[in-house]
């Protein structure tokens, strides 16, 4: 029963922690108001996280460790299925950005607050998040790279690395939302269209990163 009671307050803790940084970034978060909204005390985070900075890194390695396991589901079962051969490209895009987008998309992921937090953390300057971010998809990072390899034969390994960072640079930018974009630049969008709605945005995502991928080689330097 201890021990039940035990998980239940750090579950109740990243829940409190998690919806907090969303709305406000871990920087404008107070630990006194983690505690206040959860109900608990300091003491208590402290025996459960140690620390602020090891509270957010497991908010952060909860969420990243669901996207990855189910993008390496996913992986597994394409690759199971093809039989030694060559996956799609756009099944490898797919498996990877598209996971992201479909689970903030699911209620039952905490999706009001999943796209919020990546949003706030994926352009955080701080080591220890960025440390977090290579551990936690070096293995995942390793076997899309592989499989695209493997997919794009005839591409150089070196082009479709930069593909691949100019893939997340531009899903980093489609889970900030328009809000930027319209302020700077006057652009009106009919909200008919629901522009952030994620589970509308995952087929613009698509079209767009795969033409990317499969866009000519651009020529050779000096030519």
């Known amino acids: 029963m201890q021990e039940s009671k035990t998980s239940g307050t750090r579950e109740s803790i990243l829940d409190t922690a998690e919806a907090l940084f969303a709305q406000q970034g871990h920087d404008g978060t107070s630990m006194r108001q983690i505690t206040t909204a959860a109900g608990v005390n300091l003491a208590s985070i402290n025996y459960h996280f140690g620390s602020k900075e090891s509270l957010v890194q497991a908010v952060l390695k909860r969420r990243l460790a669901i996207v990855n396991r189910e993008r390496l589901r996913l992986l597994d079962e394409l690759e199971a299925q093809a039989g030694g051969k060559p996956l799609k490209p756009s099944q490898i895009v797919d498996a990877f950005f598209g996971t992201l987008l479909r689970l903030a998309a699911d209620p039952n992921q905490a999706g009001s607050t999943f796209l919020p937090l990546l949003e706030r953390t994926m ?6 998040i960025r440390a977090l971010f290579a551990e936690e998809y070096a293995d ?8 695209l390899f493997a997919a794009l034969p005839d591409v150089p390994r070196a082009e479709i690395m930069w593909r691949f960072q100019f893939m997340l640079g531009a899903t980093s930018y489609a889970i900030f939302g328009t809000d930027l974009l319209r302020s700077v630049t006057g652009w009106t969008v009919d909200e008919a269209e629901q522009p952030d709605n994620p589970a509308l945005l995952l087929p613009r995502l698509m079209s767009f990163l795969l033409g990317g991928l499969r866009a000519p080689l651009p020529p050779a330097p000096g030519n």
């Open 140 to 147: 995942v990072l390793d076997r899309y790279r592989n499989a």
């Open 123 to 128: 352009t955080d300057p701080s080591d220890f």
